[in-house]
């Protein structure tokens, strides 16, 4: 039992370890959604406007 | 399963921007009523001429400044055609089809609805701008489709 | 990691597919670009041909033929690649599927080209086409289900083979790809077997409209899945191998398949949004659904940069946006399927705009959806595909992908954007003004509001004859790598997951529990509205106005 604790953390810290930093991608998908957000009250607007 | 502590950041901000979506069409819908057209009234498709009210199509005062305004849909023309309205009215439109599948847009509005044969659809529609506004068909119903129109004028005060 | 071709027999299996495949993309590209013009006023069709039949035959050949043909031969080449030479029988099934898949086609085909069923790839009812329409189009999903049977007893020799091991991720994707084609199918099968053939041979008189939409777009919505799933593998397993980076989570891609299986199918309504006899609560219902059915792709999104990022980092870029430059822009089989992932955002944009219940009114049949999807299936998808095929064709021939065609797919990928720039992006706007779909040139007896819409269907014509030179250009690159670029050995290049990833859970692989959640899920969508349906939607006779 203790030995697969202690493997186990041994994991997580090599998984930690080698761990690149994602923002990069974080600001990419949150572009995205910004494009999915404004182009989504583009057209709610345009629904608003004609009711 | 093991998310990045970004991806977990990222899929919250991705999941509540589709809550507010819906939230916001959702409340729109059913507390200020703006339901898509979903009417559930059915009718024989074969026996549009004699039943009520496309036994007689037309626009029908109903109030002040509000119309009635029954359409009958045949592939290829809407019954009435060159329909005359004045401005600000509030105009509820009823469809049917005496045939195909139809659609009926008005072009710049959000009227769109869809015609199925033995069923009846409808919508709510205030004018506030004068103007020629195109009604066409917007579903494929034959080789005369894109003939499929007429006009609602909507006159100035 | 074993790189050595496919045993031939699996190869010319994945050919077969892959030729008929790209014909029918060559007749569907010849009928769109004549529409093209039609629609511009620039052409009148010679005598004989009409509009809608073009249309009709650009609907079906596309999105029916195109894609189900390329998509199975692709499945089954990545299964033979991953999980070893395909059994006697998972090859006996293939080809008695691709058989009969390719007699449908040729039926359906020739009742089309003999004005017989210009009723278009949806064949909405009441009109009525030839039974031989409906028939072969049965043949098409049938051979299909054959097909799928191939793929599952292949899984299942594998998974007994490998106890207590999760299958190789490209096969397991495949799978998941054909579960969820079947369950949609089943839809299509009901209406088409029990309602369309009797009432169009004459059996029946009349037929339940709103039945046969309803269960035709049960179908109709995972079939845009099916479309995209195959894509979604090239990019999870197959663009990391090509950029020299890993894939970035193999567990996250599996659960993104589930969730795709899951939430594929229960959400049909949102093409019926603005159709009588289905109440607002019910729409809203599987409007909710569909939303559900985005965050596989958000995760996906997520994936995909993420997999960049950490390959760039490795070879080391720095700084935000470093990894970008470390990319493989000048190959081919990187940059056609990153454009299509790029598309994917406008396309993926409109979708969602599409699905919010009465916004729906604003574009729904308008020229704003054929925008849309000739952003997500006649891009992201078809340049996946051909992104694909620039490696699996001349893998599979035993020839080689040279410099010379790679930079001509680039510029192949290029045109393909630039065209469908101008064109997507006029249907768009011009959709937007209400300019109708699925309509032959007309301006509404001169109407003020229909003239409006005269320069965007000018600028359609031009994007749409931009995509036709490329369609050109991929033929004449595919037909190069089938039968006359240089003999060689062409990779088939399949990701590898990073050392240290955590394990993946076998639960994913638990089909029955996903495949009986997703029966859940269909049977909450649906049962209630349907039985209103059957019960009370009115029947109608046929009518045939063409």
């Known amino acids: 039992m203790a030995k697969e604790f202690i493997s186990d953390k041994k994991e997580q810290e090599i998984a930690q370890k080698k761990e690149y930093s994602l923002f990069g991608t974080f600001l990419s998908v949150l572009m995205l959604a910004l494009f999915l957000i404004l182009s989504w009250f583009g057209v709610y607007y345009l629904f608003i406007q004609r009711l | ?157 | ?546």
């Open chain 3, 1 to 546: 990691m074993k790189n050595t071709a496919l045993h031939p027999n699996d190869g010319k299996l994945a050919l077969a597919h892959i030729a008929v495949g790209y014909i029918a993309l060559f007749l569907g590209a010849i009928a769109g670009l004549l529409q093209a013009f039609v629609r511009s006023g620039t052409l009148e069709l010679p005598a004989g041909i009409g509009y809608y039949q073009l249309l009709t035959a650009h609907g079906v050949l596309l999105a029916l033929v195109f894609t189900t043909f390329f998509i199975i031969g692709f499945l089954y080449a990545s299964m033979s690649r991953t999980t070893g030479d395909l059994t006697p029988f998972a090859k006996k099934a293939a080809w008695i599927g691709f058989w009969l898949m390719t007699i449908g086609t040729a039926i359906t085909t020739v009742m089309i080209l003999l004005n017989k069923a210009t009723v278009l790839y949806t064949f909405y009812a009441p009109l009525k086409a030839s039974p031989w329409f409906y028939i072969g189009l049965t043949l098409v999903v049938v051979g299909s289900w054959v097909s799928g049977a191939g793929m599952f007893s292949q899984y299942a020799v594998w998974k007994k083979k490998n106890e207590g091991k999760p299958s190789p991720l490209l096969s397991f994707m495949a799978v998941a790809t054909m579960i969820l084609w079947i369950i949609a199918t089943l839809g299509v099968a009901v209406t088409v077997l029990f309602q369309f053939i009797p009432w169009s041979f004459g059996l029946v008189d009349k037929i339940n409209v709103l039945l046969s939409r309803t269960l035709f777009w049960y179908f109709g919505h995972p079939l845009v899945y099916f479309w995209l799933l195959p894509a979604y593998m090239c990019w999870y397993v197959i663009i990391p191998k090509i950029i020299g980076g890993k894939i970035f989570s193999d567990s996250l891609a599996r659960l993104a398949f589930v969730l795709f299986v899951l939430f594929s199918i229960p959400v049909g309504f949102h093409h019926q949004i603005l159709e009588s006899g289905i109440t607002p609560f019910w729409k809203f219902l599987q409007i909710v659904l569909t939303f559900m059915v985005i965050v596989p792709s958000l995760m996906t999104a997520f994936a995909l940069f993420a997999t960049f990022e950490i390959s760039g980092r490795e070879k080391g870029a720095s700084g935000l946006f470093g990894w970008v430059k470390k990319l493989p822009w000048t190959d081919v089989r990187f940059f056609a399927p990153f454009m299509g992932m790029l598309v994917f955002i406008p396309g993926g944009a409109g979708g969602i705009i599409n699905a919010s219940n009465q916004m729906n009114q604003v574009v729904h049949n308008t020229l704003w959806v054929t925008g849309h999807f000739h952003l997500t299936v006649a891009t992201t998808v078809a340049l996946t595909f051909f992104g694909i095929s620039y490696w699996l064709v001349p893998h599979l021939t035993g020839r080689t992908l040279t410099p010379r065609l790679n930079k001509l797919g680039i510029i192949q990928t290029v045109f393909w954007c630039i065209g469908m720039f101008l064109m997507s992006g006029a249907m768009h706007t011009v959709g937007l003004f209400g300019a109708p779909r699925r309509t032959a040139y007309t301006t509404y007896g001169d109407h003020p509001q229909a003239l409006e819409w005269m320069s965007y269907q000018t600028i359609m014509a031009v994007g749409g004859a931009i995509l036709f030179v490329a369609i050109l250009m991929i033929l004449y690159i595919i037909i190069n790598l089938a039968v006359a670029a240089p003999k060689g050995t062409e990779e088939f290049p399949v990701g590898e997951v990073h050392e240290d990833a955590e394990k993946t859970p076998l639960l994913l692989e638990n089909w029955k529990i996903w495949i009986g959640l997703s029966v859940v899920l269909i049977v909450i969508a649906y049962t209630v509205p349907v039985i209103d349906i059957i019960e009370n939607a009115p029947s109608s006779p046929g009518f045939k106005f063409w």
């Open chain 2, 1 to 157: 399963m093991h998310l990045h502590r970004l991806e977990k950041v990222w899929l919250l901000i991705g999941i509540g921007t589709l809550v507010m979506f819906l939230t916001i069409v959702g409340i729109s819908a059913f507390a200020q009523g703006h339901h898509p057209p979903s009417d559930l009234t059915t009718l024989d498709p074969q026996k549009v001429d004699t039943t009520e009210p496309f036994n007689q199509p037309g626009l029908k005062k109903i109030g002040d400044n509000e119309y009635e305004l029954v359409i009958v849909s045949q592939a290829f023309a809407f019954m009435p055609n060159d329909i005359k309205i004045p401005e600000g009215a509030k105009v509820h439109i009823i469809v049917t089809s005496k045939d195909v599948v139809h659609g009926l847009e008005i072009v710049g509005t959000n009227v769109n609805m869809m015609v199925t044969p033995g069923h009846v659809n409808s919508l709510t529609h205030t004018f506030h701008k004068p103007g020629s506004y195109l009604i066409i068909c917007n579903e494929y119903c034959g080789t005369g489709h894109q003939m499929m129109s007429t006009k609602i004028e909507v006159t100035k005060a």
